[in-house]
């Protein structure tokens, strides 16, 4: 049995468990010690603890070696995007604070104008971007991506999320009033009900989409109750855009009952000419890959850190430069 090291107060996995929660998984203090069922004082001994012996190794930058621009040129070239926006570095659990304004300057540099079509996904990500600042685009209409989910979390109700960011904007929202996952004979109703027709016709006339990129199906913490993990298919998932999951090719893997889903499909987001996703932390970046391969998005919108690990997961797919 390992002895632990002179000093220590915490076993080796406690620390562990909080510096994952906290540094990768982007939790605050309070976050880690509900998870853990501990007080915030003792959050941060853990993380002291574990940065004195060597699990956690904290590497400053200077800002003239990590150029967030530099940084998004080349992750856009190897994903082959038409554009990567990184905001800049801040503390763990802040991230949502520095991605919001990047995306507002995104989405104010599609050109949107009056009657053009926003699209916006549901997901965690989505949801809190949306309570933030935006950019005043009156009169667009904002219609949501995917049914709602009978769900707790407030971020698998895509009806408040675009009313949220209509409210940002400035918008017309239009509500889809169908679950995400109907069983058979009630979506056969609902899809020919005219007010659901209405907003299903709003996702082949969209100019841009808001989305969020699902972390792999079985490292998820959150998932939607309809979705059926321990099925073969979806163990080959890496990611999904609106509950449609792909694997590392990006190609759509399907499930029972995959059929009824009540969301844009994957080629009709293909389709929309800016498709924006807001995705960071290294969970995401195996889905983050895969969901350019497939072409489900061609802005991105994430932090400095996540762009590094994307850069280094896809600088070996990339050809080296002719000598």
């Known amino acids: 049995m390992a002895l632990s090291p002179p000093g220590a107060r915490f076993p080796a996995s406690l620390l562990h468990a909080a510096a994952t929660l906290y540094y990768l998984q982007d939790a605050t203090q309070a976050e880690v010690a509900q998870r853990l069922g501990t007080s915030r004082a003792t959050v941060s001994r853990l993380l002291r603890e574990a940065r004195e012996r060597g699990i956690v190794r ?6 003239s070696q990590q150029d967030s621009s530099e940084l998004a040129a080349r992750l856009r070239d190897q994903l082959g995007l038409a554009q990567v926006h990184v905001c800049a570095a801040g503390p763990p659990g802040h991230v949502p604070d520095a991605v919001s304004p990047v995306l507002a300057a995104a989405l104010a540099g599609v050109g949107l104008v009056r009657d053009d079509v926003l699209l916006v996904s549901s997901g965690r990500t989505v949801y809190e971007v949306a309570q933030r600042a935006l950019p005043t685009l009156p009169g667009v209409v904002v219609a949501p991506m995917v049914g709602g989910q009978d769900e707790p979390e407030a971020w698998y109700q895509t009806n408040e999320i675009t009313r949220q960011v209509a409210v940002g904007i400035g ?12 069983g058979p004979d009630l979506r056969s109703s609902l899809v020919s009900d005219p007010s659901i027709q209405r907003v299903v016709d709003l996702w082949s006339r969209a100019r841009c989409a808001v989305m969020g990129v699902g972390a792999p199906p079985l490292l998820r913490e959150s998932l939607p109750g ?45 389709a929309i000419p800016t498709t924006i996703a807001v995705a960071y932390g290294a969970q995401k970046v195996p889905s983050i890959v895969a969901g350019a ?31």
């Open 58 to 63: 904290i590497e400053v930058v200077a800002p």
């Open 226 to 270: 309809f979705v059926p993990t321990g099925e073969e298919p979806l163990r080959r998932a890496v990611g999904d855009v609106v509950s449609r999951f792909y694997d590392a090719d990006g190609v759509e893997v399907l499930y029972d009952g995959a059929q009824r889903l009540i969301a844009t499909p994957l080629d009709a987001i293909r």
């Open 293 to 323: 391969r497939g072409g489900y998005f061609n802005h991105l919108v994430t932090d400095p850190s996540t762009a590094a690990l994307l850069v280094a997961a896809t600088a070996e797919a990339v050809p080296p430069e002719d000598a």
């Open 171 to 182: 918008g017309v929202p239009r509500f889809l009033f169908a679950p995400a996952m109907p």
